[in-house]
């Protein structure tokens, strides 16, 4: 979670904003080592407004570059065509 706010530039509390969860509720999860201990449901909300927010949460086992869990970038650019052969 600390790594997707860094790629968005937010703080905790704009987090909680857009996730709709309670500050403390961030905290908690951010302050989790290992397994984040959240309800299933807060946990929906956080990984979405991550998502919507331009972040992609990539869970273990992922097709990925690399190994391990992460985050990375959304690429909203649309697909590049291949040239008219003309």
């Keep these: ?14 987090l909680a904003r857009l996730s709709g969860v309670s500050l403390p509720t961030i905290q908690r999860m951010e302050a989790s080592d ?13 990984a979405n407004a991550i998502n919507d927010s331009g972040v992609e949460l990539i ?17 909203r650019r649309p697909p590049r065509r291949p040239p008219l052969d003309v």
Excluded at 1 to 12: N, W
Excluded at 59 to 75: F, H, K, Q, Y
């Design 1 to 14: 979670m600390k790594a997707a706010r860094a790629l968005l530039g937010i703080d905790q509390k704009e």
């Design 34 to 46: 290992g397994i984040v201990r959240a309800v299933v449901d807060s946990l929906e909300k956080v």
């Design 59 to 75: 869970v273990e086992g992922a097709r990925s570059e690399g190994t391990g869990r992460g985050v990375r970038l959304i690429d």
